[in-house]
């Protein structure tokens, strides 16, 4: 898994990539055994890997039909049905995948997902509760999505939680300059980001879009989500903004802080 971490600067075509490695971590959820699954499911997750979300719909439903007891054929239908917005069905999908595996928190935290999806908030923080007893780090990636636990803006920062959709990128509280070719930071550490384990399973990628403050104190501030993900990867994002050292850029002899925008560009391979 690679991630592609991009820092580019206001009005000018000039961007610095830095190429940085997702470190994996434990293993992946689901089987790919052919002893474990039918053939449909292996058909499945080839049209889910490439976005085709009907067909997948339709090998995993026949996938479980085949095999009843196989819950992750449930949980890729129920995935397949939440790509296509068809999230009645697919909270049913994952429910019969809890009726399953009643302890798998994927599915509690999927199950948590169709519901704030179709509204129902009260249901949603049920499975919030369960997870917060048996799997805190899911637990945290679905209040991300929960209305009523959204962090503010200020709180994001503070807490370094950020929520996974997106916040005001404007208003910095801290004085500073657009980033420009002449105008900008030395980069002297930067962190790699991780994908999570939930968004590994789920097959997610796509792009985080940050603008942060290169403060003069040497320090990252006023980290604003522009586009986030979901399943943890906004906060692996921001986590590896914090952690980037550099020497502040330098206007008329002296330290400034600059402002500019970072993409954190996750892919699975």
Known sequence: MLSTTRLTFPAIA????????CVPSGSFHFATGAEDHSPAYKEGMEALSVGNYEKAAEDFKQATVDKPKDMWAFYYLGLCLLNLKRFD??????????????????VHYQLGKAYIEMGDLEAARNEHLWLQAKDQELALYLSDLL??????????QEKSAPSANPQPADNYETPSHPMTKDLRPTINYREKAKYTQIART??????????????????????R????????????????TQKIRFDPAIKNGAPVSVRGTLEFTFNLY
């Open 14 to 21: 000039l961007s610095l990539f830095f190429l940085l490695s």
């Open 89 to 106: 069905e697919a909270s049913k999908a994952y429910q019969q995948a809890r009726e399953i595996k009643p302890k798998e928190a994927a």
């Open 147 to 156: 209305p009523s636990d959204k962090p503010s803006a200020q709180q994001t």
């Open 202 to 223: 789920n097959l997610l990628q796509g792009t985080v879009v940050l603008k942060a403050v290169f403060a003069r104190n040497g320090e990252m501030q006023d980290i």
């Open 225 to 240: 989500v522009v586009r986030g993900l979901p399943d943890g990867l906004t906060r692996k994002a921001i986590e590896a």
